[in-house]
């Protein structure tokens, strides 16, 4: 059996290793590509974003100035902020400006980032050009003379006033060619209309007039009527008695005619290189045969330290545990001295400790079983002889069937019931069948009940037995009141039984926080302080000759703690050997059971010790 248990053993902790190994190897190339690939779009990411924002703000500048004159400034700064390398060049690739210094230039690649273009623009860099590629920047002839700007601008922030005084939003926008315009989100009415705000100035009324030329040459040229141009660029035929062309030749001719006018107004194309301001490292690693090599290795090597390791740790794990199991199956078979050695202070050598723990406690049980059982037949054995030795003389007609006799006879027949009774009292609690019926108890009534039940023992006795209670009371506790009695008459037994004569025995109760503490004190021999910690143990007496003349059955004050902490209290004593002892109940007080506790219970009893 302990083999199986080895092999199994080891084998499970070699397939759980394996597989962790596996796992953690899978876990680990696909976070690492996972991370790696994360890693690379969001390098991307930042190059398109850097790219983009480069060509905005070149086509910015292509945008608004006839020529590249000056913009190396503007391309060293685009450099500092992303960290690119960025160069313009002209269509033939002649260089205009380079942020690199002129020791660390490298050669350019074949093929260019991007063309920046004002009249081209490409969509997917910039966000600044039409429907006809053109930059919205780009103004040319278009754009307003200072003047002009000036006395519009009065005129807008006017209009913004005045629609700002009656509630409205409003905010003056200025446009590309310097035309400002005002934006009122959700309102659409007149009201504050400034009309010269709204009518073209000379400088736009001579940029669209020779718009119109061109687009009308342009039209003559290929077969198409004249058109009249708005502001806003949307035209109209120019005569009712000639239909021009098509609206897609109309829009041809207008790009091209836009083109024509804005050409000399912005820079010429140029082309635009970004690179890193190093030459990026190729990548160590890629996925051909020798690398896939190189992997199946490494994993074939984790996996055999896996496997060498695990079967170490398994045998070093099996010993102990073997060890174990077989002093186990020796408890079995009835070795109650069967140990393990301990060998370590790691988790199997914390269970050695607890299973030669467990296996001392059980020999302390089987000792105590077996001196049990020899109490009990030595308490049951002496009331037995003597009914059996009286009646037997009363069979042999030696001494008479008379009341003396019976009555003897049912004082050793009530000695049996006492013994049999604390028997299952203690069997009850032991079980957890002992059942509580709480109510309300006054104290010092139930104390001077106890009191007078056991006053004719005291007196035969010649003991003094008083109840010291304050005259006010101490209130009540919530408690079995049959069973309270019993725990106080068994205290009470047990101190006028070791009392000689014309000693005391005084009772008293006093409240503590929320508990009544019941104190039983005695002016008899005392106890050891050997023996003070076995008073509560079943079946002890200090007299160990069981003297009845002094002992009881060794049983009252077993039931007294179980009956203390049925009620969720607790006792305990104290002696002074050759002076007396004190024991002292505590008992919490609690609130009232259900009605419905009571019929869960047998029948109470009193007992005594």
């Known amino acids: 059996m302990s083999r199986r248990f080895h092999s199994s053993l080891v084998v499970r902790l070699l397939a759980l290793s394996v597989l962790v190994s596996v796992c953690s190897i899978a876990a680990t190339a696909w976070l690492a590509v996972r991370t790696t690939t994360r890693a690379i779009r969001q390098e991307q990411g930042q190059a398109i974003s850097d790219d983009a924002r480069i060509y905005e703000a070149l086509l910015g500048r292509a945008a608004t100035h006839a020529g590249w004159e000056g913009v190396r400034p503007l391309v060293d700064r685009l450099a500092r902020e992303t960290g690119h390398r960025v160069v313009l060049t002209t269509q033939d690739r002649r260089p205009i400006a380079d942020s690199a210094d002129a020791g660390h230039r490298t ?128 035209w109209t035929p120019a005569s009712r008695s000639r239909e021009p062309a098509d609206e897609g030749l109309v829009a041809s001719c207008l790009d091209s005619a836009r083109r024509e006018q804005l050409a000399p107004y912005v820079a010429p194309a140029a082309l635009l290189f970004i690179g890193s301001p190093e030459n990026a490292a190729a990548s160590p690693f890629d996925l051909s045969a020798p690398n896939r090599l190189r992997m199946a290795g490494v994993v074939a090597g984790v996996l055999l330290l896996t496997v060498v390791v695990t079967v170490g740790l398994g045998l070093q794990l099996v010993r102990p545990l ?42 302390n049980l089987e000792r105590q079983r077996t001196e049990m059982v020899g109490d009990i037949a030595h308490e049951l054995r002496t009331p037995l002889s003597n009914i059996r030795g009286w009646l037997e003389a009363a069979d042999d007609g030696v001494v008479p069937a008379d009341r003396a006799l019976v009555g003897s006879l049912l004082e050793e027949a009530l000695l049996l019931q006492h013994i049999v009774d604390d028997l299952q009292d203690l069997a009850a609690s032991d079980a957890g069948a002992l059942r509580l019926h709480k ?94 910690p076995r008073v509560f143990d079943r079946f002890w007496r200090a007299e160990k000759s069981r003297n009845r003349g002094t002992g009881g059955s060794g049983l009252g004050l077993a039931i007294v703690r179980n009956l203390a902490h049925a009620h969720g209290g607790s006792v305990t004593a104290e002696s002074t050997y050759g002076e007396g002892s004190l024991f002292t109940l505590r008992l919490p007080r609690g609130e009232p059971e259900r009605e419905l506790a009571s019929t869960r219970r047998g029948s109470p009893r009193a007992g005594g010790a």
């Open 107 to 234: 050669p350019l690649p074949d093929r260019a980032s991007a063309t920046v273009d004002p009249l081209a623009v490409d969509a997917a860099l910039a966000g600044s050009g039409g429907g006809d590629r053109i930059d919205s920047r780009a103004a040319g002839p278009f754009r307003l003379t200072q003047a002009e700007r000036t006395r519009l601008t009065a005129l807008a922030q006017r209009q913004v006033t005045c629609l700002r005084d009656i509630g409205i939003d409003a905010t003056a926008v200025t446009e590309p060619g310097g035309r400002p315009r005002v934006t009122t989100p959700g309102y659409s009415g007149t009201r504050c209309a400034e009309d010269a705000l709204d009518r073209p100035t000379r400088t736009e009324s001579r940029a669209l007039a020779r718009l119109g030329a061109l687009v009308d040459a342009c039209l003559s040229r290929r077969g198409g009527g004249p058109v009249r141009l708005a502001p806003d660029l949307t």
């Open 322 to 363: 073997r060890a174990l199991t077989a002093a186990a199956q020796r408890v079995k078979a009835g070795d109650v001295a069967a140990r393990v050695q301990v060998t370590g202070k790691d988790e199997i050598g914390r269970l050695a400790e607890v299973f030669n723990e467990m296996s001392q406690e059980r020999a």
């Open 439 to 532: 109510v309300p108890c006054e104290v010092g009534e139930l104390l001077r009940q106890v009191a007078t039940a056991h006053g004719g023992r005291a007196d035969h006795a010649g003991v003094a037995l008083s109840v010291d209670v304050a005259a006010d009371g101490i209130g009540s506790v919530v408690a079995d009141p049959v069973r309270l009695r019993q725990a106080v008459a068994n205290l009470v037994s047990n101190a006028v039984r070791h009392t000689p004569s014309g000693g005391t025995v005084t009772v008293t109760a006093r409240p503590e926080d929320d508990a009544v503490l019941i104190a039983v004190a005695d002016t008899g021999g005392g106890i050891r302080p050997e023996d003070l």
